[in-house]
């Protein structure tokens, strides 16, 4: 059969200023396929995909759609090529409506009236046909990322997309939103469409791809087809070694408590009770793991501990201490250090140079500087110290933070709070986004703290990650702890848990 | 009676401080939710003020001198786009450089063209927008209440005030019912949104400053060939600034935004009335307090007493891809 793929990458080359994101990159992706792109954090998969969508424009490089180059120079022209793409970091309108965003750039005429109705039906139609339901009329700012992700994906099939790129699309889904994702992309695929997947999870790659194409460093390494490989050689293609997929550590040897918390209730800012009289201590030596689906209170909790948010009522103890009052540095100067659930939000100051995000929070520390004066080559030697310990990458302790990869982004994060060697340690979300080989990276660290007498506390709603590095898991549902599993509870049952059906 | 005739009074000049206000706050309206900053409102009316009032001048024609305010307003605001659209300067610098711009060269150009110390020469007749008096005012006068107000504060007014009430409901329609105006409310929010559905964020926020040069054109041609019959320097006097207070204390809304600019009118109008007259039990109020409340009502909402007022949220950002 010579028919053409439906996109085929010729030499495509791109620089954001010194960092060179895509290396002369060839690629073809054939038609009524899935295709998997899979590759370390920066190693420029979105870059490529944003190229092709026409979001950036290549430095050099041919793109062919449907055998023939097409000179992709906006959206625009990606879009009446048939392509649409739903971005790592969503494109969408907050204040508007689900109806507004979709029709945004396909109106149907200078009057929106006209093509309201039609945009309802069609909606409609995709709605029935895929199982895309959300609300015409609801508000982007109040529909959950699950939800929102529909939208995205609303808006290219709205535009008759045939190739349809997502970007890391599972990294924001539970379990079950996942699934259903997987099931809409396996329609379009028998429909003829194409889709081209981005994603960190091998297991998915094995579970829906056709083919699947590893990146490193900029470059295209390798393409196979997703049945002749297996999830160990995808891994050392992606990282370039082998990699250990499982968290090596031995038995846990608990001491004494060290983070206690007694009765705890928190309340959201519209006075929703989201952790609901929740007790458990946690050991000197051990992780404890708290499982659960996204929004059961975990983040709450959390952040009740680090003292970000003031715990209606009850108790947290540290080291017999109470600090349901304490502030975060206190809590710091106290030895509780935390990584927090959403690094943009609360770890890193995105526009601060890397070396300064590498200390925030510890720059009082007279190591760093005297009075109300900075020592920055201090500071800066430090920085270095810590990214070569982590291989935190570009090595470049004076490059702003927004431009390292998530990935690397994280890794900043856990540097500063692990360096601190804190008696106490509140993980949320520690791998989220994040590529195999930094994963491994982080969680042998994690798994060194406790074996160093530590006290974790961790906060992951992957599962696997909770169950490969606790000893102990605590299951949340409704704001309430429904139950404690040692990690060679199934899946199954932690699952049910999860969803608040069995305890 | 005599108190009526007072309300009426205030509310006829009212009208009158309102309607610079108002085109200036819309005009604000369009590029902030546009998601450009424009503190040069300011300088835009002046520079309008003064080529409508030369214009005017030359060819005794209003509409003519309203034209050129116009014209000369868009090439302000082209200027305001070119540095922060095309170059991704900071647009409160770059609007401020206009203010003072407009301040200056209107005096030196108005100096050395006329030689009446920044002035322009007195117009009259065809040259201004003078008040037209509508249907039936002489039936209404005599009718109890609402026939002084008729008469008063909703006739005797020139074609641009009318034209400024008008621009309100244009204004909502368009923001609300066509697709410019989604793409517009659209890019002050999120313009990578915009940008990935396939519209130049580049040329849609042109547009946007283009819409807000067209509108402070029909200000500075209403302060100066319409309110009064010359250009007098300076003469803008501020409103720019109370436009945009208007504009914020109006959550960037159309209608609520008409209102604003009523009540800060009022405020304007209440104190020229106040002016040496003594309040029993308290004496004389100085007039600079009523000048500042509408800075600091504004500041007020701002602070959250009065609702919370959301900015577009790309207000003021530059837009590039590059991190
Ligand atoms: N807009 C930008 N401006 C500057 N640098 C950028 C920009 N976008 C990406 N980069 C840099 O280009 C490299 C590739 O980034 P890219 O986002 O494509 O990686 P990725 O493979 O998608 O990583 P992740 O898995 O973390 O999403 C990184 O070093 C990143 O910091
Ligand atoms: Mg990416």
Not at chain 1, 283 to 306: F, T, Y
Not at chain 2, 171 to 193: C, I
Request: aromatic letters at 8%; one cysteine or more; proline letters at 4%.
């Amino acid at each position: 059969m010579s028919q053409h793929p439906a996109i085929e990458l010729v030499g495509i080359d791109k620089s954001f200023g010194a960092v060179h994101a895509n290396k002369n990159i060839n690629l073809k992706v054939e038609k009524g396929t899935i295709h998997g792109i899979i590759g370390e954090n920066g190693a420029g998969k979105s870059t490529l995909m944003s190229i092709i969508y026409g979001f950036y424009q290549a430095d050099r490089g041919e793109i062919r759609i449907d055998g023939k180059p097409l000179d992709i120079r906006d959206s625009q022209t990606a879009i009446a090529a048939g392509i649409g793409m739903v971005h790592q970091h969503f494109m969408l309108v907050e204040n508007f409506t689900v109806l507004e965003n979709v029709m945004l750039g396909a109106e149907g005429g200078q009057l929106l009236a006209k093509g309201v109705s039609g945009a309802r039906k069609e909606l409609k139609r995709l709605e029935t046909d895929y199982g895309l339901d959300v609300d015409p009329d609801a508000l982007i700012e109040d529909l959950p990322v699950g939800k929102q992700q529909r939208v995205e994906i609303l808006k290219a099939l709205y535009r008759s997309a045939d190739i349809l790129i997502l970007d890391e699309p599972t990294g924001v889904l539970t379990p079950a939103e996942a699934d259903h994702l997987f099931k809409v992309l396996k329609v379009l695929r028998d429909q003829g469409k194409t889709v081209i997947l981005i994603t960190h999870k091998l297991r998915e790659i094995m579970a829906i791809t056709d083919e699947v194409s590893v990146m490193r460093r900029g470059e295209m390494v390798a393409t196979r087809k997703t049945a002749e490989t297996t999830v160990e050689e995808l891994a050392e293609l992606m990282v370039g070694r082998r990699v250990l997929l499982r968290v090596e550590k031995g038995a846990a040897k608990p001491g004494k408590v060290l983070l206690s918390v007694k009765n705890l209730t928190v309340k959201d800012a519209r006075g929703v009770t989201m952790v609901d009289n929740v007790s458990f201590d946690v050991r000197e030596g051990e992780i404890v793991g708290i499982a659960g689906v996204a929004g059961n209170g975990q983040s709450e909790l959390l952040e009740a501990i680090a003292g970000i948010r003031k715990p209606a009522s009850g108790e947290i103890l540290l080291d017999g201490q109470p600090i349901a009052n304490a502030d975060p540095a206190r809590l710091r100067a106290l030895g509780l250090a935390h990584i927090p659930e959403d690094r943009h939000h609360m770890g890193l100051v995105l526009k601060f140079e890397e070396y300064e995000n590498s200390v925030l929070g510890y720059h009082r520390d007279p190591r760093y500087g005297r009075g109300a004066l900075l020592d920055l080559k201090a500071i800066q030697a430090d920085a270095v110290e810590k990214i070569e310990k982590y291989d935190i990458r570009p090595p470049n302790p004076r490059l702003k933070t927004a431009n390292f990869s998530g990935g690397n982004q994280q890794k900043i994060v856990v540097a500063r709070e692990i360096e601190r060697d804190p008696k106490a340690l509140i993980i949320g979300q520690p791998t989220r986004g994040v590529d195999i080989g930094a994963i491994e990276f982080i969680h042998r660290r994690i798994v060194e703290m406790r074996d160093a007498g530590k006290a974790l506390l961790l906060v992951s709603v992957e599962l696997d990650e909770i169950r490969s590095l606790s000893d102990r898991i605590l299951v949340m549902f409704a704001g309430k702890v429904v139950g404690e599993k040692t990690p060679d509870a199934g899946e199954q049952t932690l699952g049910l848990m999860m969803a608040g059906i069995a305890a | 009676m005599e108190f009526y005739d007072i309300v009426v009074s205030i509310l006829g000049s009212t009208i009158r401080l309102s309607i610079p206000l108002l085109f200036t706050a819309l005009a604000g309206l369009f590029t902030e939710r546009a998601g450009v900053f424009d503190i040069g409102l300011e300088g835009k009316m002046l520079a309008a003020a003064f080529a409508s009032a030369c214009v005017a001048y030359v060819t005794g024609n209003a509409w003519l001198g309203l034209l050129g305010g116009i014209g000369v307003s868009i090439l302000f605001s082209l200027i305001h786009g070119f540095a922060s659209i095309t170059n991704r300067g900071n647009q409160i610098v770059s609007g401020v450089a206009l203010n003072f711009v407009a301040a200056g060269l209107t005096v030196v150009l108005g100096q050395a063209w006329f030689g009446q110390g920044g002035r322009t020469p007195q117009i009259s007749g065809e040259a201004r927008f003078s008040p037209i008096t509508l249907p039936f005012v002489d039936a209404m006068r005599d009718v109890p209440f609402i026939g002084p107000l008729y008469v008063h504060v909703i006739s005797g007014n020139n074609i641009l005030t009318y034209l400024a009430f008008l621009a309100v409901p244009i204004t909502w329609w368009v923001l609300f019912r066509t697709r410019f105006g989604l793409r517009l409310r659209a890019v002050g929010e999120n313009p990578g949104a915009v940008d990935t559905a396939g519209i130049s964020v580049t040329w849609l926020r042109y547009r946007a400053v283009i819409v807000a040069g067209f509108l402070c054109g029909f200000s500075g041609a209403y302060l100066s060939i319409a309110q009064s019959a010359a250009f007098i320097k300076d003469m803008s006097a501020g409103k720019g600034y109370i436009a945009l207070a208007a504009l914020i204390f109006a959550k960037w809304k159309p209608v609520p935004v008409m209102f604003a600019c009523l009540l800060f009118g009022f405020l304007d109008a209440f104190a020229n009335f106040m002016q040496g007259k003594a309040v029993p039990g308290i004496g004389e109020v100085p007039v600079q307090i009523f000048q500042a409340l509408p800075y600091i009502l504004t500041c007020i909402l701002l602070a959250g007493f009065i609702g919370v007022a959301h900015p577009p949220k790309a207000g003021g950002v530059p837009y590039t891809k590059e991190r």
